[in-house]
């Protein structure tokens, strides 16, 4: 019977919604022409009492679209609290398991609930040892390139922040530095939020001079439209120690990663690297050259990277 009382309801649903258009502009109407009406007697009296009909309408309305407006965003979130409960058992659909539930948090955080994803990432790394006069350091010149899709419906931003490590000696403060960025929009609807690298490269520099050990080259949020992607490749130069290592760490899901590494010191480097994810790393040596490659091809969740290092090879 219950079910019988609702399908009645939503099939004289939009008739409602019709009628209370059709009402609303009738009273609009009638309201607008009613001052017209000058005489007096019975007409100005009936003029009297069709208006507060309208007006009555008019209230009537407006409460009937306060209370839909109240009900459908109590509607929204129960659905919320119904999807959150749905997808932690989904786990226990799908595996088998009730895994606890600061577990399932954690993945929902840390992939499910992105709106961002990057893909196509490639890092090269070219590596000098006789441009800094002093043996302890090499000289770092790096290219990184990548894709960050929006694969939401709804516009958000991507927060475009570069870390690089300061120099542990104040007069190699001058070599670390974003020598450029290249922001390219794959949308219509373009970027609209204005990047500005002379006042970036400013509060870097200013921040660089304290001497952090971690210096956040920041150039802010960057809006991207929903079902849109943004293509950004970036040049900076950065000193490590001779003997060093650095992780490349994602922080947003990613499909993959792929990183380059070009020996152009005079003495040649050691250099390795291993992948924090479960899948193994690939390494490619490059025949004929000092070139080294390593990648992950299987998707990569945040806080997953690769950790490269080198080292001086011994002497013969």
């Known amino acids: 019977m219950a079910d019988f ?87 226990y659909a799908m595996f088998g398991r009730k895994l606890p539930e600061i577990y399932i948090d954690q993945v929902m955080l840390c992939s499910l609930n992105s709106k961002l994803y990057r893909k196509n990432f490639e890092a090269r790394y070219y590596l000098y040892d006789n441009k800094l006069g002093n043996d302890n350091f090499i000289y770092i010149v790096s290219d990184v390139s990548f894709t960050i899709s929006n694969v939401s419906n709804s516009s958000c931003e991507y927060p475009l922040t570069i870390v690089i490590p300061s120099p542990v000696e104040k007069k190699l403060v001058d070599y670390v530095k974003v020598t450029s960025f290249e922001i390219f929009s794959n949308s219509e609807g373009g970027i609209s939020t204005p990047i500005e690298k002379n006042k970036t490269d400013k509060k870097f520099e200013e921040l660089l001079e304290k001497g952090e050990d971690r210096i956040e080259y920041s150039v802010g949020g960057i809006s991207i439209p929903p079902k849109s992607s943004i293509s ?85």
């Open 5 to 91: 009382f609702k399908n009645i309801f939503l099939f004289l649903k939009p008739v409602c919604n019709s009628v209370t258009v059709v009402c609303a502009l009738l009273s609009t109407l009638y309201l607008v022409s009613s001052g017209f009406v000058k005489d007096a007697g019975v007409y100005k009296i009936l003029d009297e009492i069709i208006r507060e009909i309208c007006f009555a309408i008019y209230v009537s309305i407006v409460m009937w679209l306060v209370f839909e407006f109240q009900k459908s965003h109590e509607e929204e979130k129960k659905w919320k609290m119904r999807l959150s409960e749905i997808g932690k058992h989904v786990f």
């Open 232 to 316: 950004i490749k970036i040049t900076m130069n950065i000193v490590k120690p001779a003997n060093g290592s650095d992780f490349l760490e994602m922080m947003i899901p990613s499909d993959g990663m792929k990183i380059s590494i070009v020996d152009s010191c005079k003495n040649k480097k050691k250099i390795d690297a291993r992948s924090i994810h479960s899948e193994s790393i690939i390494k490619r040596e490059i025949n004929g050259t000092n070139e080294i490659e390593f990648s992950i091809v299987k998707p990569i969740l945040p806080h997953q990277g690769i950790y490269w290092w080198w080292a001086n090879q011994p002497e013969k």
